[in-house]
């Protein structure tokens, strides 16, 4: 197997495993949490559970995707396709890897669980219907990415 095929079956495994999980936080995880939440229980407390030990997970595969998208431009040599729209599939990646990496690596550990558990103390209902919102926009946006890319590589 040749270094590109292993980069690419790496990239692939990635995006499996990191937008696997958002779709399952998105479209199970979360409505179980608003339906507990709905009838007096603890909804915010499985939705942190589940997120907290899906970071771990997304923090590996974003950087093991990060990795082999820019180990398969540097083997292709094809990083002037930053430089062209018509290869807009990488710009997309990109943009949505970086999201991505800001997200877990600084945003989360700094600030944002902070302050989605300050939101969730005051109003749970409200911050797991923002938290389902914000995860269905990241989830669409993915799975969008996802089309594009294969695309990129195949037409
Ligand atoms: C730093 C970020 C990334 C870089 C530099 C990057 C780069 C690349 C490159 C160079 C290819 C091979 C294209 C070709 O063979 O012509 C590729 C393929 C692909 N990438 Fe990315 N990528 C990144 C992030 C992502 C993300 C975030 C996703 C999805 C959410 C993604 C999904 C895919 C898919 C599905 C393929 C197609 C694999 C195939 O069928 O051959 N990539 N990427």
């Known amino acids: 197997m040749d270094d590109l095929t ?13 937008v696997g999980g958002l779709y399952f936080v998105t479209f199970i995880v979360l409505p179980v949490a608003r339906t507990l939440s709905n009838q007096g229980e603890d909804g915010v407390d499985l939705f942190e559970k589940a997120e907290r030990r ?25 990083w002037e396709r930053y430089l062209h729209i018509e290869t807009w599939a990488v710009h997309a990646m990109t943009v949505l890897w970086l999201v991505f990496f800001l997200a877990v690596f600084i945003a989360e550990p700094l600030f944002l669980h902070r302050w989605f558990m300050q939101k969730a103390a005051a109003n749970p209902s409200g911050m797991l219907r923002q938290a389902a919102i914000f995860h269905r926009l990241m989830i669409v946006w993915s799975l969008f990415t996802i089309a594009v890319a294969m695309f990129g590589a195949h037409a």
């Not at 970071?55 to 094809?78: E, I, K, N, P």
């Open 6 to 18: 292993f980069a690419r079956a790496l990239h692939v495994l990635g995006v499996v495993v990191w």
């Open 54 to 78: 899906f970071t771990f997970h997304a923090r590996v595969t974003v950087l093991l995707t990060g990795f082999s998208g820019f180990y398969m431009l540097h083997l292709l040599d094809a």
